[in-house]
């Protein structure tokens, strides 16, 4: 169970008016990362494996929380908010991914960790591509979830096509200037929800709870902003990333992880170009929100990975 006096209050975070969710076993911890503070969520076995979780959007942390009990007897396991998102700090400035996984690391590192498997997915995924580029030295390997990874495995046009259009029409939609605040302003419910209920394989994976705790997270203090930032810098993003190929391919050891009905159908064949110790996975009965829908397959996949790895 989680200790009550390890647990801070609601004054320690940033986000001050956004209720904490606790998960027994875990701890909320902040960090001051580079300047910015982030929120972590950590427990499991201190002297284990550490493991580094990062979820997307809509999503918190939270993503991870039917994930980590299933890890937690083996490994040191840290799910961390991305800035702004969740109960991490929204900073002024970029969102492109090497900025953002920069600061990762960083809260990585203050929380006493210096060597860690990583695995993410969504917007996560972006940001751990990126940091993987930059500091492979401290990773032991890097597991992605079914993202569209700027400049890496998501496309180059947003297809028209009805039947596949509804998957990625968002990433042009966040682009816009202004328009996206003024429709989703008051109405985050109703966004996120369409995402959680539409990309999953079960509509019921999501209850009203998880839909009103990820709303309210995107609609506290700058939350918005900070999500549709991490579209609007998607470029900047895919820039920094082929600057960094260019010098140099990911030699860490990669595990895609693709669903049966996610976004991106093969997520090893489209790192490997770039990753050539890269190995993958597809999760049965699973749509976008791959540890959600199927968690026990997902913390399988990730504890044979890093045996594999050991």
């Known amino acids: ?129 990126s940091l993987a580029l930059k500091h492979q030295s401290q990773l032991r390997g890097v597991a992605l979830l079914d993202a569209g990874i700027p400049g890496i495995t998501l496309p180059d046009t947003i297809p028209t096509d009805p039947e596949v259009a509804w998957k990625t029409w968002h990433f042009a939609f966040h682009l816009v200037p202004d328009l996206p605040e003024t429709l989703l302003t008051g109405r985050e419910r109703a966004y996120v929800g369409w995402f959680l ?55 860490v050891p990669v595990l895609g992880i693709s669903s049966s009905h996610g976004s991106i159908p093969d997520m090893a064949a489209s790192i490997r170009p770039w990753a050539g110790n890269t190995t993958g996975v597809v999760v049965p009965d699973a749509g976008h929100f791959i540890p959600d829908e199927q968690p026990d397959a997902v913390a399988a996949a990730l504890s044979g990975f890093i045996a594999q790895g050991d």
């Open 1 to 129: 169970m989680t200790d009550p006096a390890a647990t801070p209050h609601l004054c320690d975070t940033p986000v001050r008016d956004l209720p904490l969710d606790d998960l027994d076993g875990f701890t909320h911890r902040w960090v001051d990362a580079g300047g910015v503070r982030l929120h972590a969520v950590e427990g499991g076995q201190p002297t284990g494996p550490a493991v580094v979780l990062l979820a997307g959007f809509p999503q918190t942390w939270r993503a991870w929380r039917k994930v980590m009990p299933g890890l937690a007897g083996r490994f040191h396991v840290i799910a961390i908010d991305l800035p702004g998102q969740g109960h991490s700090e929204r900073p002024d400035g970029s969102y492109d991914t090497h900025t953002i996984a920069a600061y990762v690391h960083a809260a990585v590192n203050a929380l006493g960790v210096s060597t860690y498997w990583l695995a993410a997915h969504d917007i996560g995924a972006w940001v751990a591509f």
């Open 197 to 251: 209920k539409a990309k999953t394989l079960s509509p019921d994976t999501f209850d009203d709870a998880d839909i009103e705790q990820y709303a309210a997270a995107i609609a506290a203090d700058g939350g918005l902003r900070a999500s549709l930032a991490y579209y609007r810098d998607a470029a900047e993003s895919a820039r920094r990333n082929h600057e960094a190929l260019e010098r140099q391919h990911l030699t």
